[in-house]
């Protein structure tokens, strides 16, 4: 099976790092501006993660997180939330739609691939 990540960001040069971090390490990945229009990209795909920003326009990742666990299909994907929002009650409503984990910007490579690797052997 493939390892793909669905990766979602309005910033295009989070977007570009992130991919790149995760092609080195022999990911496939699937880039959303936002999160209506990720949902928009995964019809015929099938991802094993979803790595998306808290913050951003049209839909944000808490409302991607909700929309894409109340799908059988994402019901046990992981999600982590990779974003400069650092306060508890911003995280406790990422868990509360879903979120697996939460990383901070700017991420470390190395580091957002070993926690990559744990969620997708």
């Given at each position: 099976?493939?390892?793909?990540?669905?990766?979602?960001?309005?910033?295009?040069?989070?977007?570009?790092?992130?991919?790149?971090?995760?092609?080195?390490?022999?990911?496939?990945?699937?880039?959303?501006?936002?999160?209506e229009d990720?949902?928009?990209?995964?019809?015929?795909?099938?991802?094993?993660?979803?790595?998306?920003?808290?913050?951003?326009?049209?839909?944000?990742?808490?409302?991607?997180?909700?929309?894409?666990?109340?799908?059988?299909?994402?019901?046990?994907?992981?999600?982590?939330?990779?974003?400069?929002?650092?306060?508890?009650?911003?995280?406790?409503?990422?868990?509360?739609?879903?979120?697996?984990?939460?990383?901070?910007?700017?991420?470390?490579?190395?580091?957002?691939?070993?926690?990559?690797?744990?969620?997708?052997?």
């Amino acid at each position: 099976m493939s390892k793909t990540v669905l990766v979602v960001d309005d910033s295009p040069t989070m977007r570009q790092m992130v991919s790149d971090t995760l092609r080195r390490a022999g990911f496939d990945v699937v880039l959303g501006v936002n999160g209506e229009d990720a949902l928009r990209r995964l019809a015929g795909q099938t991802v094993r993660l979803v790595i998306t920003d808290f913050n951003m326009p049209v839909m944000g990742g808490v409302a991607l997180i909700a929309r894409l666990r109340a799908r059988p299909e994402f019901r046990f994907t992981p999600i982590l939330v990779l974003t400069t929002e650092v306060e508890d009650k911003r995280k406790q409503e990422g868990r509360a739609a879903g979120a697996t984990g939460w990383v901070t910007k700017p991420f470390d490579p190395a580091r957002l691939i070993q926690l990559v690797n744990r969620l997708v052997p």
